[in-house]
């Protein structure tokens, strides 16, 4: 379910960020923002 609320945020869906370490640190503030809502 998790995987799927994050999904809806098109810059983790389509990967914009190419390096690593800023795109996880995206999916941690987005896992953020997910889990307080």
Do not use: Q
């Amino acid at each position: 379910r998790f995987f799927c609320r994050i999904k809806h945020y098109r810059r983790i869906a389509t990967r914009y960020e190419k390096l690593a370490e800023r795109f996880t640190s995206f999916i941690s503030l987005v896992g953020a923002i997910v889990c307080m809502t």
